[in-house]
């Protein structure tokens, strides 16, 4: 009897947990589609067509070596490489060497200014890369560049000091760029070593030297090869700079030939492609080290007490030489470049900063960009862009994550990969992946903006991963089962518990793919036609029509937008105790 | 052999607010002798440490070993950490992850004074040194292998193959689980007075000063509350904070009747009646004190006992903790806690007999 009722009431029960899991493998399949979807499909589609001749009107495209063979053969390519690896090596151990060292004075000595040290971190989030090259050409061109000119003037001769179109000047500037990168995660790198293992060196006897070689640099080692490789990484994929830099006096890397392939008449889609997997295979490389050597830092850790403010070093008197060497960053990558694209917004013709050319400030610029046809298009694009993606990326890698933190689904570390693969596409390739992909598959969205969309999100995809990750795995698995003891279904507890306590890290993830989407350059310059322009596209127009006046009050404007929008992050970070990424 | 005086510290915190940690901290610790600064987290006593040590630059006060003087505001002498050679444990013992357990032994004697000694000679010294600690046999293993009784043991060799004037531990047994802190706490005990190494010791755990110390400093807020011996901290304690912090008391309020005619007792009216009490410091009549009595000096039996404080009581509630019960006896509306052998065990409800000692029964200044 009692036997009846135990089944007829399990019977009972069943089609209320099947349509529970109904829903939460519907969320799960979709999720996990899309990601699937927009990571793998443009660059299987990559692979696939550079091995192919280009289709004609005449004639099919057909399966060839030839790409790759005209490619790998030819001198041409060699230096290419060549070109490619100069300029990535050096972009990665100036901006570390910077790096480092400001990370060095800020986290363990007793500079003055230390303060100030802070704003470096959201640097490279306000002054666009395109600003920062446009700017640079502005500073250290051999003709116009300003730093020239004065220091001609002052010494009475015609030596040019410092020139950016040339490797070294490319490698300066990049360097520079990315320096603050460097900066933040030898930071981090400072911060989680345990400050009693440098202590006890000292107890032992060892001096400063000693310990910052046998204990502080041997322990970051990894660290330190990590934020090569990542700097290295970036050097490679990094586009505007060769592009403005390099191609007008003839120095090639990939991802400026890339473009130039595709720039010129007929398109080279083939050797495009067959370039673009090469840059692929090399960042895949370095992503895959880099990870490796990340996970390997757990290794290197020991018990760790009570955090103790680890002793900062008495520089002395050396502390004023310090604080200088910081001012001087700190005007190299912020005061000169914002200052010289402020000075000739206000001018008619760009013109070198002197009395006379002061009594001709004017406000044409400005009026010339606002009445500028493409502006409010551009404007509606990349607000509308950003904030798409923005709030579809984090909705989407909300359910990954919490698939990949929470359950126990076989094949969920895959997802994660798969979730985390657009991080190794250098921009432009992923540009050329996405272009190629639906010129193909036509499905009516090439040349509109929801090409540009799919672009964006597939693009930031890993950003908001990684802060869902971060909050995700602060929430404790009892909230969500005492959810479940309470009768609520997956779909109420992920809405009611799981998406409330996400917030901050949804809200900061948000803003920050808000921020880069704005400044996004690198994939959207394959992708926009007439009418899809962004903002970041409508200054590489001004760029190419030499309208510097109104490219540099457009470039001012978007800084102090960007500005805004960073401190708004900052905000909601401090409030929500969430730490940038 | 150490002598501090005066010292006091201050640091900014994260918000940049000042911080005092030690204040007016003064303290000797003879040769060979193990000093032990005891107290809450916060109270001061890591950052006197650290003082010692170097690690941290004090406002003001001198610190000198072996009458070399170390830190002295007065003299603007601060001797960095590495040209002390003093041996330190961290909390987080501080092994190097990268190096084996023979080379984090053997750092000290590569970089100090003593960097000239011969290969040789280092490799016997720090055998030696290992061999005591009991971790010879695994000098070759990788540093981050090893359990955690054991990275202690590596921190404790690495602080002694200096061969260290003064041996600085900061919570040395705190990261390890019970049972083997209670183990290690012997085998630190053997060790220091068999190599009769002056030591200054940090813990937050009083059973681990009492078993330890020649000497304690209680400290809170930044002061030293006493210093005494093990016994004195205990048995003697001169403030009301000493009394809470080292072991269990009962406190009850009492004012001074009269003095009695034997050496440091007095008569004083409490809440639970008269009572003959102890006092270090003469005390006035009318003078109002707080009495401090420790569980396991609060007789309980069926008979009344024979002391001169004596009471009737209720035995309120009573918890079996396996060695003692623990009962809670009700005197009037004063409840006592007393801890009896397992062997007495009436009734909660039964009418028992109570008795303290004089001697147990300490008055300290209210306050």
């Given amino acids: 009897m009692s036997g009846m009722g135990q089944s007829s009431a399990a019977l009972a029960h069943k089609p209320a947990a099947w349509r529970r899991i109904d829903a939460k493998w519907v969320v799960i399949g979709v999720s996990v589609a899309v990601v699937a979807y927009l990571a793998i499909m443009p660059l299987a589609f990559l692979l696939w067509q550079s091995f192919f ?374 921009g432009l390739v992923l540009g050329l992946a996405i272009m190629l992909f639906y010129l193909n598959v036509n499905i009516g969205i090439y040349g509109t903006i929801w090409i540009m969309l799919i672009a964006y999100v597939t693009r930031f995809l890993p950003y908001g991963l990684r802060y869902n990750t971060i909050s995700m795995l602060q929430i404790h698995r009892e909230l969500e089962e005492s959810a479940e003891m309470s009768g609520a279904s997956w779909g109420t507890t992920f809405w009611r518990v799981i998406l409330p306590l996400l917030k901050p890290g949804l809200l900061a993830g948000w803003i920050f793919i808000m921020i880069v989407s704005i400044r996004e350059l690198s994939t959207s310059i394959l992708l926009y036609s007439p009418g899809t322009e962004v903002v970041s596209i409508m200054i590489w127009e001004l760029w190419e029509n030499g309208q510097y006046v109104e490219l540099s009050a457009l470039g001012v404007m978007l800084i102090l937008a960007l500005f805004v929008l960073v401190l708004l992050a900052q905000m909601v970070g401090k409030k929500f105790g969430i730490r940038e990424a | 052999m150490l002598s501090v005086k005066g010292l006091y510290t201050e640091y900014p915190n994260e918000r940049g607010e000042i911080v005092r940690a030690a204040q007016d901290v003064s303290f000797e610790v003879p040769e060979g002798k193990l000093f032990t600064l005891l107290g809450p987290s916060g109270c001061g006593k890591t ?191 001169q403030n009301r904070f000493v009394a809470d912090f080292v072991g269990t008391t009962n406190f009850v309020d009492a004012t001074v009747i009269a003095a009695e005619n034997q050496a440091d007792l007095y008569r004083v009216q409490t809440s639970i009646g008269p009572l003959t009490c102890v006092s270090v410091e003469p005390l006035k009549v009318g003078e109002s004190v707080v009495i401090s009595l420790r569980p396991e000096d609060v007789v309980v039996a069926a008979a009344r006992p024979n002391t001169r404080n004596a009471f009737e009581a209720v035995v309120d509630a009573k918890l079996f903790l396996g060695e003692f019960i623990e009962f809670q006896v009700k005197l009037g509306d004063t409840l006592l806690l007393a801890r009896v052998h397992p062997s007495f065990n009436p009734p909660t409800g039964t009418i028992v007999h109570v008795g303290m000692e004089p001697e147990k029964c300490v008055a300290i200044p209210n306050g």
């Fill in chain 1, 53 to 426: 001749t280009p289709q004609t009107a005449s004639k099919a495209a057909e399966f060839t070596f030839g790409n790759y063979a005209e490619a790998y053969s030819s001198l041409e390519t060699l230096r290419l490489f060549f070109n490619s690896l100069k300029f990535a090596t050096g972009t990665a151990v100036f901006a570390f060497l910077v790096g480092t060292l400001l990370a060095w004075l800020n986290e363990r000595t007793n500079t003055p200014f230390k303060k100030l040290f802070f704003t470096l971190s959201i640097v490279p989030l306000i002054i666009p890369g395109i600003l920062f090259v446009v700017a640079w050409i502005l500073l250290g061109s051999p003709k116009i560049g300003i730093v020239n000119l004065v220091l001609q003037d002052w010494l009475h001769t015609d030596q040019v000091f410092i020139n950016v179109y040339s490797i070294w000047g490319m490698i300066w500037v990049a360097g520079l760029h990315y320096s603050p990168m460097a900066f933040l995660l030898m930071t981090s790198t400072f911060r989680a070593m345990d400050p009693s293992l440098e202590e006890s060196a000292m107890m032992s006897g060892a001096n400063i030297f000693q310990t910052a070689w046998r204990v502080t640099l041997k322990l970051s080692w990894p660290a330190i090869f990590a934020t090569m490789l990542i700097l290295f990484v970036v050097g490679m994929e990094t586009f505007e700079i060769p592009t403005l830099l390099g191609l007008p006096v003839g120095i090639e890397v990939f991802t400026s030939s890339i473009y130039q392939a595709i720039h010129q008449y007929p398109a080279q889609i083939g050797l495009a492609s067959s370039y673009a997997v090469t840059l692929l295979l090399i960042t895949a490389v370095g992503v895959y080290f880099q990870s490796r050597l990340s996970g390997k830092g757990s290794k290197y850790s020991t018990m760790t007490g009570k955090g103790f403010r680890p002793r900062t070093i008495d520089l002395g008197a050396w502390r004023y030489p310090a604080a200088a060497v910081y001012l001087l960053y700190f005007l190299m990558i912020v005061v000169l470049p914002f200052l010289v694209l402020l000075w000739s917004s206000f001018q008619n013709f760009y013109s070198v900063p002197s009395m006379a050319a002061l009594a001709n400030l004017t406000l044409e610029p400005y009026r010339t960009v606002f009445s500028h046809p493409t502006l409010m298009p551009a404007l509606w694009n990349s607000l509308l862009l950003s904030f798409g993606s923005a709030t579809l990326i984090m909705l989407v890698t909300a359910v990954i994550c919490w698939i990949v933190v929470k359950t126990k689904l076989p094949g969920r570390w895959m997802l994660d990969g798969v979730a985390s693969l657009p991080m190794v596409f250098p």
């Fill in chain 2, 47 to 237: 950052t006197t440490l650290r003082s010692i040590a170097g690690l941290e630059k004090p406002r003001a006060g001198e610190i000198t070993v072996d009458g070399r003087v170390v830190y002295s505001s007065a003299k603007r002498t601060f001797v960095v950490p590495n040209k002390r050679g003093f041996g330190m444990v961290f909390q987080s013992y501080a092994i190097w992850p990268h190096m084996t357990v023979f080379q984090n032994a053997a750092f000290p004697l590569e970089v100090g004074k003593t960097s000239t000694l011969s290969r040789q000679k280092i490799k016997d010294r720090v055998m030696r040194v290992l061999a005591t600690v009991g971790l010879d046999q695994v000098a070759d293993r990788e540093a981050t292998k090893l359990s955690g009784g054991q990275q202690q043991r590596l921190a404790l060799a690495r602080a002694l193959t200096m061969e260290p004037r003064l041996l600085l531990l900061d919570e040395p047994l705190s990261n390890l689980d019970a049972k083997l802190r209670e183990r290690m706490r012997f085998e630190l005990k053997r060790m220091q007075r068999e190599l009769q190494l002056t030591t200054v010791y940090v813990t937050h755990d009083q059973s681990e000063a009492l078993a330890l110390s020649h000497e304690i400093a209680v400290m809170n807020e930044g002061r030293i509350m006493q210093i005494g011996t093990p016994r004195d901290i205990y048995e003697r304690p």
